[in-house]
């Protein structure tokens, strides 16, 4: 039986006998022979640091990412390497992210955070979070979580997918039902057909007050006409991922109005650990054992 070398970032996971198990510890990626590596996890938060790696594994097999989101690592996709993501280890801890957003704006959270570092008692009230109609961008299954945690609220939540699939709307349609949109969530892969998905007509399209959530990826925004919005005082916006990455000093973003800015944070909570591991090995016993991997999403063995 052949014995598979596969590296992650954790050095205790439980491998099957036919996994030769690498991470940091034994097998520092800077001066290893990399060579060696079939099964690549690249190190959580790592970005393109880690990515970089890849090209000196040149009998690396299966690249496992450890985030749902994967267009970075579509750069690499070659014949012969098998590419798949996280689908499923981020979905509580990013629909907490986004969920909190959309609460934390729409009852002035961050307004009232600069009121107690000023140490002023300002009284004022906020558009309830109660009684809106949301639009989940994106239907896969961090969008169900989302759509799932929001059954607890007294909301109204249309969801929208490429394909207008298992109950949801067309993306195709969406201009039609923005105008009638109190709050939007992207969460929608970066590709092609999204990068700039809400561009300056599209976010015109939303009606004033409206609040938009990106936890996706930076782009699926056009950053420049997001901020014409935002600085007229029309649209409010919260968004966990921005565009550029990391988002430079200076940037017109920081300081922009009805804003709530975090770092990209969403998928990174005490819940990854343990959700992470057991893909990393559950993916691991079935090469082990020969089978398909689960959450394949480029497969360069076949034609």
């Known amino acids: 039986m052949k014995k598979f070398v596969a590296w992650t970032q954790w050095s205790d996971l439980s491998a099957p006998e036919s996994i030769d198990l690498r991470s940091p510890s034994n097998f520092p990626l800077e001066s290893s ?8 996890v690249p190190t959580y938060m790592s970005g393109q640091r880690g990515l970089d790696f890849v090209p000196q594994m040149t009998n690396l097999s299966y690249l496992q990412m450890p985030n749902a989101g994967y ?14 993501n996280a689908t499923g280890v981020h979905d509580d801890s990013t629909a907490e992210i986004a969920i909190g957003l959309a609460l934390a704006s729409r009852r002035g959270f961050a307004e009232f955070s600069k009121d107690q570092t000023a140490g002023i008692w300002n009284h004022r009230s906020f558009t309830s979070f109660s009684d809106s109609k949301i639009g989940v961008i994106g239907h896969g299954s961090i969008g169900k979580t989302i759509i799932k945690n929001l ?9 929208f997918s490429r394909s207008g699939s298992d ?46 959530v990106n936890v996706a990826r930076g782009p699926i925004i056009d950053t420049d006409a997001l901020l014409d919005e935002l600085n007229s ?23 922009a109005k009805n804003l709530i800015l975090l770092p990209h944070v969403g998928g990174d909570s005490t819940a990854f650990e343990p959700r992470g591991r057991a893909l990393v090995t559950s993916q691991l016993e079935l090469l082990a054992t020969g089978r398909p991997l689960n959450n394949v ?7």
């Open 33 to 40: 022979d990399l060579s060696e590596i079939d099964f690549y």
């Open 71 to 84: 267009d970075d690592a579509l750069a690499y996709a070659r014949p012969g390497l098998v590419l798949c």
């Open 151 to 159: 059954s607890g609220f007294k909301v109204e939540v249309v969801a």
């Open 167 to 212: 109950g949801a709307v067309k993306i195709s349609e969406l201009d039609q039902y923005l105008p009638t949109l109190d709050i939007v969530i992207l969460i929608v892969p970066l590709n092609a057909e999204s990068r700039h998905l809400f561009n300056a007509k599209r976010l015109g399209l939303m009606k004033d007050g409206a609040l938009i």
């Open 233 to 255: 005082g029309r649209l409010h916006a919260a968004l966990d991922v921005t565009d550029p990455e990391p988002l430079p000093a200076g940037h017109p973003l920081w300081q």
């Open 297 to 303: 999403v480029f497969d360069g063995n076949k034609a």
